[in-house]
């Protein structure tokens, strides 16, 4: 069997029950090289792990037809598979196939597809994108060099590499709203018999659809056009009357606070990608600067509410209650206490996953345990040695990492470099362990470990593991290039949204040589260190840390920076050199963490609502015959700040 085509992420509904249906992959092949095309559906449950594995590789495979540039990551599989048409749900010649629709999703339902055949069957499969790889790869990809912010369609569903491939090997004429015709001469064919053209293999479909038969596809096809009707009152009681449908309005009663945050989610999503660099040219950014209209200014009035129940986070058996999305944007926007940090932090870092339990994250604890003590310490003194002198330096830090086991103090360094302190062995090999992993070590590094490690100071597996998570999952690493790539992207994105949020500051920045930004380099590189708070210094450091490793905003150090600037512009703009301001900020203290990350978020939103009505101007300079740059002033990564995360 040579597969031309292969779908993941497809399910049969074959009742009303979730639990019935049938997950599997939309399958176009032939026979062999001679034959005529054919479309299968594929159960994951009448196959091998390896064939779904082999299955879901082709679905990525065939993604090369989306992205012209797509690198292929499975080189090594073949079109070729032993898969016996037996196993085959459906197994239904091209050349008879009569209609098919692309439904396309919306907020109320999955995208889906009808298929009706010459003899007059119909049978339905829905695509599930948010689980398939390959439409969620392509969507990613098609967002970043087409997404237009102003049309609020669909940029990608995976019926459209379906439909393009059916294209390829079928005559498809179009027959109204995403409706396509392929032949158009009635057959007489039996579905479930032996004919020579359609074939419906191995399965005794009977036993499932006995009791549906009469209703299943009517009733699948009316939850499928259900979020249109659903609008209009008169259309919604006839719909209602109707019997067979009344379980699917129940069920869309219960998805729909669901789906609506997602869907107001994805409208958060709002701007995206349009050029292919960063341009920093200042006549440019002044455009986006003009439409900076709000002059109201940030007014604190309270801290921020504070969560202090673990039960409203994880139940008995430590399932998480909320989403996703909703966790992230619980530690982002509330102050949460130890307990509750303590159990998340492993699942935002990547340790866990977000649909373990207790148990589960006791044997996956037990498994990350047995491949951490395999991790090799790297053979070279010098790296090694450059890491003990900095671990070194740690032994002021907190009284559990004294020499000498004491509070009051703690060991000189000698000239034997010599570590005492169990705690101090124990990070010492952890950032042995994560810098012998294709990446060198940089002082900083011992700074973001520290925070987790006073967490969880009998546990170096999860030490290790949440710190790989930060460099990775939050995506510190770059700060840590040895090119300085990474610090310095970040540095030009504070330049440019001071420049465009606060221009009288960038102003006076750039009369004492300061509009380069070095002087919040470590608060980048560094999360920030308690030696920047003022008063509860672990608990004011501990809610910037929470809100950077929420992950719901992205670069959220670049946000808690422009707060700070914010916070002391008046004092910055009576600094007239710029050793004063590289002091001033070294020394800077910060007694109300609450008050900083309100004003992120403010800055946030402020910087969102600048560039909407920035883009709706330029929609009329587009337009404009005489307009002299069509270019996105703006630039790729500087509307990447405005992603959400998408889980």
């Not at 012209?68 to 239904?92: C, E, G, H, K, T």
């Not at 009808?114 to 098609?142: A, C, M, P």
Request: aromatic share 12%; glycine share 4%; hydrophobic share 40%.
């Amino acid at each position: 069997m040579k597969v031309i085509y292969c779908k993941s992420g497809c399910f049969l509904h074959p009742t009303k029950k979730l639990q019935d249906n049938i997950k599997g992959f939309i399958i176009i092949f032939k026979a062999d090289l001679n034959a005529f095309p054919n479309l299968g559906f594929v159960s994951e449950d009448d196959i091998s792990e390896r064939m779904i594995e082999h299955l879901n590789q082709l679905d990525l495979y065939f993604i090369k037809n989306s992205i012209v540039d797509y690198q292929n990551r499975s080189l090594s599989s073949s079109n070729d598979i032993s898969l016996d048409v037996a196993v085959l749900y459906y197994n239904i010649s091209l050349d008879s196939i009569n209609i098919i629709q692309f439904r396309k999703p919306s907020k109320f339902y999955k995208g889906s597809i009808l298929i009706k055949l010459l003899s007059d069957r119909e049978f339905v499969i829905f695509l599930h994108d948010d689980i398939s790889e390959s439409t969620k790869y392509i969507k990613n990809y098609k967002t970043k060099i087409q997404y237009n912010p102003f049309n609020e369609s669909e940029i990608y569903w995976g019926g459209e590499d379906l439909k393009k491939s059916l294209t390829k090997l079928a005559p498809m004429m179009k027959n109204g709203e995403n409706v396509y015709l392929l032949n158009s001469k009635p057959k007489k064919i039996d579905i479930f018999g032996d004919s020579s053209n359609t074939k419906e293999t191995g399965k005794d479909l009977k036993s499932i659809w006995n009791n549906w038969e009469s209703t299943k596809w009517s009733l699948l096809a009316k939850f499928a056009d259900l979020s249109v009707k659903v609008t209009d009152k008169d259309n919604l009681k006839k719909i209602q009357s109707h019997e067979n449908v009344k379980w699917v309005l129940n069920k869309i009663q219960e998805i729909t606070p669901q789906e609506s945050k997602d869907f107001l989610y994805n409208q958060q999503q709002y701007l995206k990608v349009w050029a292919d660099k960063v341009i920093t040219d200042h006549k440019k950014l002044s455009k986006i600067r003009e439409f900076e209209k709000n002059n109201a200014d940030f007014v604190y009035i309270e801290p921020r509410d504070s969560i202090e129940d673990l039960s409203d986070i994880l139940d008995d058996e430590g399932y998480l209650k909320i989403t996703t999305f909703e966790l992230r944007a619980l530690a982002n926007s509330k102050n949460i206490n130890s307990d509750i940090r303590f159990f998340i932090y492993p699942i935002l870092l990547g340790m866990y996953s977000f649909d373990s339990s207790f148990q589960s994250r006791e044997t996956k604890h037990k498994e990350l345990s047995l491949q951490y003590e395999k991790l090799l310490i790297p053979e070279d003194k010098e790296h090694n040695f450059q890491i003990l002198k900095d671990v070194y330096r740690l032994a002021s830090v907190d009284k559990l990492f004294h020499q000498n086991n004491e509070e009051d103090k703690y060991e000189e360094i000698n000239e034997e470099w010599d570590l005492k302190n169990p705690h101090l062995i124990k990070i010492n090999t952890i950032l042995q362990k994560v810098t012998n992993d294709e990446v060198g070590y940089v002082q900083g590094m011992s700074d973001l470990l520290i925070p987790i490690y006073l967490m969880y100071p009998d546990d170096e597996v999860t030490v290790y593991y949440c710190l790989k998570g930060l460099l990775d999952v939050i995506g510190l690493r770059a700060n840590f290039r040895e090119d300085q790539s990474g610090i310095t992207s970040n540095l030009e994105n504070v330049a440019n949204l001071v420049e465009i949020l606060f221009p009288e500051l960038m102003k006076k920045l750039k009369q004492i040589s300061g509009d380069n930004f070095v002087f919040v380099y470590r608060m980048i590189l560094v999360l920030f260190t308690r030696e920047n708070f003022g008063n509860d210094k672990n608990a004011g450091l501990m809610k910037f840390w929470d809100y950077t490793v929420a992950g719901f905003r992205k670069e959220s150090q670049i946000w808690i920076i422009l707060a700070i600037l914010k916070k002391h512009q008046d004092i910055i703009l009576k600094i007239d050199r710029f050793d004063e301001l590289f002091a001033y900020f070294n020394g800077i203290k910060i007694d109300d963490a609450d008050e900083i990350l309100q004003i992120s978020e403010w800055i946030f939103l402020k910087f969102f609502e600048t560039i909407k009505r920035f883009d709706f101007e330029r929609l009329k300079w587009l337009t404009d015959e005489d307009s002299e740059d069509k270019n996105d002033p703006l630039g790729v990564k500087m509307r990447s700040l405005l992603e959400q995360p998408m889980d």
